[in-house]
């Protein structure tokens, strides 16, 4: 028997438990192991591990296409290797290694300096091929091969493909499931090992299916979406599990919004999000790499832990008030809540089209902001994009040329700058306590710098009208 919820707002509907049809008797396979229908995960880790059975709770190895750290955990990450391996030991594949410093970039911390330092060192010596550096801090235009923020980075340069395993020593690796690849977050230690091996081994999750349909109303982002998911199940709701993504609403998103979606699946205590690919994201990927790459897709009839139904048509513009990414409000249920500062960037909401977003309210309103509102694109490409292109539907004009004449803050050097707060001379941190409205992914005590701060969660939309009005609001009040 099927038993279903429905949430409060007639969202989202939840089967919890699908009683199996009856099926005949056979005899057993003389062949070998019976086939199972395969969700998309499991799929993608049956082509990585020589395991003849995958399936949720089995612990196995599996083969890494690709390993990405950064600034601050890489320098941890090799001197692990270089303790269990000998300080001779190669890594397993320098091809396969990508170096992207992001974090605590701009900033005169004398020990954030270092760590680049030291991931140049590293480098050198494995002969790494990705190593995307910054030498000159007083530019960042100076440094052709610095990138910006590593999600939004590996996507632009190819790294992000359909069917492989990435690994990346931060949390939201994650991002990256939106190309359809199995892509999570590990620790040091765990990476330093694949630096030596190549492989890891890894629990097979459960997988959540997420089925979003309807017409995207013209005040949602994907920002809201995955604030409506995280809000309905918590932040413990998803714990290393799957959370695969589907549906309509899915299918019509370009891969910087679906890139929100999977972003934040950690968030929810996801082990990894996922969308099938299709030909929105063949065309991504195609123009930035050539590759070769075998697409994975869920096996109809496969397992699900959970599914959940949503009509994005239902949804309204939402907040993650303070001080948990689940604490979801409408934005009209905090509208009386005054704002010190809005700050648009991070991997979640610092891409190409979240600015354009917030550029088109800007525009459309023709007002000015009322707080400071800081602007960091993710990554060197987003920030030629918001002066070298028109925003589609705004007279020609470009982003930039639209924030300035909103008066906000020119953009910044692209970085990770305030999102986990940094060294206090970091862009942007909140180094008093003050409320601010962010497109970054998390709202926890002293997130953004100051430990009293108080930080709303919001779509580019929601952030740019709250700007506008000095306080949390819906963005319907200037779309």
Not at 74 to 100: N, Y
Request: proline share 7%.
């Amino acid at each position: 028997m099927d038993r279903m919820a429905m949430s409060s707002r007639g969202a989202s509907c939840r089967v919890q438990a699908v009683a199996a049809p009856p099926t005949p008797s056979r005899s057993p396979s003389s062949t070998g192991s019976v086939k199972r229908a395969l969700t998309m995960t499991e799929k993608i880790f049956t082509r990585k591990s020589d395991s003849p059975v995958v399936a949720p709770g089995q612990n196995i190895w599996v083969n890494i296409d690709t390993l990405m750290t950064h600034d601050v955990c890489g320098p941890g990450t090799f001197g692990i290797f270089q303790k269990e391996f000998g300080e001779d030991a190669q890594v397993w594949d320098p091809e396969r290694v990508i170096l992207i410093p992001d974090h605590y970039i701009f900033t005169k911390d004398e020990r954030a300096n270092r760590n680049v330092d030291m991931l140049r060192d590293y480098a050198h010596k494995y002969k790494i091929k990705h190593f995307y550096d910054i030498s000159d801090l007083s530019d960042f235009r100076a440094n052709p091969d610095y990138k910006g923020v590593c999600h939004v980075a590996l996507a632009q340069e190819g790294h992000c493909r359909p069917g492989e395993v990435l690994l990346g020593t931060d949390s939201h690796t994650c991002n990256a499931g939106a190309f359809g690849q199995f892509a999570t977050g590990v620790g040091n230690t765990d990476a330093g090992f694949v630096l030596g091996t190549g492989k890891l081994l890894l629990k097979v999750p459960p997988t959540m299916k997420f089925v979003l349909d309807g017409e995207m109303p013209p005040y949602l982002l994907a920002k809201d979406l995955i604030l409506h998911i995280i809000g309905e199940i918590t932040v413990a709701g998803a714990t290393y599990r799957a959370m695969e993504f589907s549906g309509t609403a899915v299918e019509s998103m370009n891969m910087e919004e679906r890139m929100t979606i999977c972003n934040m699946v950690v968030e929810a205590g996801g082990k990894n999000g996922l969308i099938a690919p299709d030909q929105t994201t063949f065309d991504y990927v195609d123009s930035r790499t050539s590759v070769p790459y075998e697409p994975a897709y869920s096996d109809e009839g496969a397992s699900y832990f959970v599914e959940y139904k949503i009509d994005v048509t239902k949804i309204e513009p939402l907040v993650a008030a303070p001080h948990s990414p689940d604490n979801r409000k409408t934005a009209q249920e905090c509208s009386d809540v005054k704002i010190d500062r809005v700050y648009v960037g991070s991997c979640t909401g610092g891409k190409t089209e979240d600015f354009f977003a917030a550029a088109k309210l800007f525009h459309k309103s023709g007002e000015k902001v009322k707080v400071p509102t800081f602007l960091v694109p993710a990554t060197q490409k987003v920030w030629g994009d918001l002066y070298g292109m028109p925003v589609p539907g705004c007279d020609g004009k470009t982003a930039a040329e639209i924030f300035d004449a909103a008066g906000c803050t020119p953009p910044a050097s692209p970085s990770c700058a305030a999102c986990l707060g940094g060294p206090k001379d970091t862009f942007a941190r909140l180094n008093e306590p003050q409320i601010c409205v962010s497109t970054t992914n998390r709202n926890f005590p002293g997130r953004m710098g100051h430990k009293d701060g108080q930080v709303y969660l919001a779509s580019p939309y929601t952030a740019a009208a709250s700007a506008l009005a000095g306080r949390v609001c819906d963005p319907r009040d200037y779309l």
